[in-house]
């Protein structure tokens, strides 16, 4: 009997354009050929070469392809789901460097910036030539950024800013950073040449999650910026609120990529380990596994291009975001969870993906919003009470 493979087991390639599956195909062999075979190393040694993958990320088009102009690709959602999928696929890591630059740093200039800073910033950030960080979450604010603490106050016709920010990924490898800050306004954005003085972006060491991605503190003491630093677009926290539903929606794909990984490793396995003299995916416990994690990727794949469709409509909500996020990312834990242990002992090794899926998806059900918040936004959403303070 054939075999299938869960994408043509879920029929998920069904109804797809041509051009957004030849962006999705052309990712995937980039990374088969110049990412996959170091992914183990990058991991262990938590040193991924972040500044070239953002050059090849570039040239390949995929920083900022959903946006328009600037030399932005404008792609579908669709395009750019399926290609957080792929990305993920590889390493959660490798996908929050490329959501870090263009959902939430690009997208905030682009959404929100003037046009001398999208003429400055844009080009070279699609190109990967400088890279960009979303500072918002502080050492004492993270589910709750509104109370933050980064200061900016004027000086004449200067801004000065003072605080500090954490958790930031690609901080130390930034060339530009989006900061968000109080002002005597409320909350405003401003885009912070990391060369300027002041600032700093020490890397966060220990991490035993998403250790391909570099993560830092952003530390500011009296930075002063020019007034065209403000972000003009927009005050108050709907600012970044917006960049981040922009990034979920990539992070809902990108993490059924990371569950497709490791079905698709814990498959093959399955197929070459021998115990009592036959393959251990002979036995039915193994298929157990297998079939109902099939389901629960198909579903969370089916649930996040039916999102894309949303998108694509212009009708897709912020709480329908959530209830992606939510959904995705904490099934493609279990998955990655389970499949680690169809592979036994190997499954512990930095040769196999799934752990190493796990271990980042544990980041990524705390950034962008955790699990919990999501939960209160869907509860909110379902029966009109805000549960969060
Ligand atoms: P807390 O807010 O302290 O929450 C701790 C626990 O309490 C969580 O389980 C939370 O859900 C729960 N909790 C909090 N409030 C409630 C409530 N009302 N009801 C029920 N439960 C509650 N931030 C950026 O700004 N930019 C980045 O680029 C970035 N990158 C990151 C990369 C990594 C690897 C990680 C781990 C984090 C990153 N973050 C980034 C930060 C991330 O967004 C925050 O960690 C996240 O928002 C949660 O904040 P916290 O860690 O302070 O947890």
Aim: aromatic share 6%; glycine share 12%; net charge negative.
């Amino acid at each position: 009997a054939r075999t299938w493979t869960p994408n043509e087991l879920g029929a998920l390639d069904h109804g797809l354009r041509e051009d957004d599956l030849a962006l999705r195909d052309t990712t995937r062999n980039f990374l088969t050929e110049r990412v996959r075979p170091h992914l183990p190393g990058w991991y262990t040694d938590g040193a991924a070469p972040v500044r070239e993958l953002a050059q090849e990320f570039g040239r390949l088009g995929v920083l900022g392809m959903h946006l328009t102009g600037y030399g932005c690709a404008g792609a579908s959602p669709t395009a750019y789901g399926l290609v957080c999928a792929e990305i993920e696929a590889a390493d959660s890591g490798l996908r929050s460097l490329v959501s870090v630059q263009g959902s939430l740093s690009m997208q905030a200039i682009h959404s929100f910036g003037s046009e001398e800073q999208k003429q400055e910033w844009l080009p070279q950030m699609a190109a990967g030539e400088a890279i960009g960080c979303f500072g918002l979450t502080e050492p004492d604010h993270g589910s709750d950024p509104a109370g933050m603490r980064t200061r900016a106050r004027r000086e004449g016709s200067d801004w000065v800013l003072d605080g500090t920010k954490m958790w930031i990924s690609n901080g130390s490898v930034a060339s530009v950073a989006v900061v968000w800050a109080q002002t005597e306004d409320g909350i405003r954005g401003f885009v912070v040449p990391t060369d300027t003085p002041g600032f700093s972006a020490p890397e966060i060491g220990g991490k035993l999650s998403l250790r391909a991605s570099v993560t830092s503190e952003l530390v500011l003491e009296g930075v002063r910026l020019p007034e065209s630093a403000v972000l003009p677009g927009v005050v108050g926290l709907k600012g970044p609120l917006s960049c981040l539903t922009e990034a979920r929606f990539g992070i809902i794909f990108g993490a059924m990529g990371a569950a497709r990984d490791s079905l698709e490793t814990a498959i093959s396995y399955a197929d070459s380990r021998v115990q009592f003299d036959r393959p251990i995916a002979g036995f039915q416990l193994t298929q157990a596994k297998l079939a109902d994690l099939t389901a629960d990727y198909v579903t969370g794949m089916l649930l996040a291009l039916h999102l894309a469709r949303l998108k694509e409509a212009g009708t897709l909500a912020p709480a329908q975001v959530s209830l992606g996020k939510l959904n995705n990312v904490r099934r493609a834990l279990a998955i990655a969870r389970e499949c680690r242990s169809v592979l036994g002992a190997n499954g512990i090794s930095a040769d196999y993906s799934p752990l190493r899926h796990a271990a980042n998806l544990e980041s990524v059900l705390t950034y962008e919003g955790t699990t919990e918040m999501h939960t209160l936004v869907v509860g909110q959403a379902l029966t009109g009470h805000a549960a969060f303070r």
